[in-house]
């Protein structure tokens, strides 16, 4: 009597798919239901897909599974998925102009509202020889940039002032009531005389 031994290694057969030798109905309804790119577990063999042969859809495939990357010039550089952190965090890298009254910045691409697609983030590291003069202290670092911009106290009041004047610069001057109105004028300054 022969023993079974375990088998050492992957053993595979490949099953193949009974041909149906039914009515033609049955065969066009299986035909759409396999035409498409990906096929669901049911109809895998043996768990593995075989792609379809169509070229058409081979290279459409193919065009799905390419990674989007900035190319090969910027080493690849892979597209962010955008949170609400990061959105926030580049729109105000976009309006950093404005925060400090005396840093200027180059003109970017302010006109145009759309976020990059393609940026990495990155943390600083400052050297040992730096370590009194531009260090930030374990209280002013945060996670994100909007965060320490927020917790900064210096950058806080020249906001407020800078909102101050602007408010002051477009109210209107003088009492609403003593403003020229043209023929009302001269009804209030008959009343006023009687």
Known sequence: MPENKPVIGLSWEPKLPQLSFGTKKSSSNKEAETSALYKPSSELIDGLFVPPNDPKKVNKFLRKQVKDTAGKNWFDMPAQTITPELKRDLQLLKLRGAMDPKRHYKKSDLKSKALPKYFQVGTVIEPASEYYSS????????????????????????????????????????????????????????????
């Open 135 to 194: 260090r930030l202290t374990k209280k002013e670092r945060k996670t994100t940039i909007t965060d320490e911009l927020l917790s900064d106290r210096k950058l806080g009041l020249y906001r407020k002032r800078k909102v101050r004047e602007i408010e002051e610069h477009n109210r209107p001057g003088g009492v609403d009531k003593w403003k020229i109105r043209g023929s009302q004028s001269w009804k209030r300054a008959k009343q006023r005389r009687h």
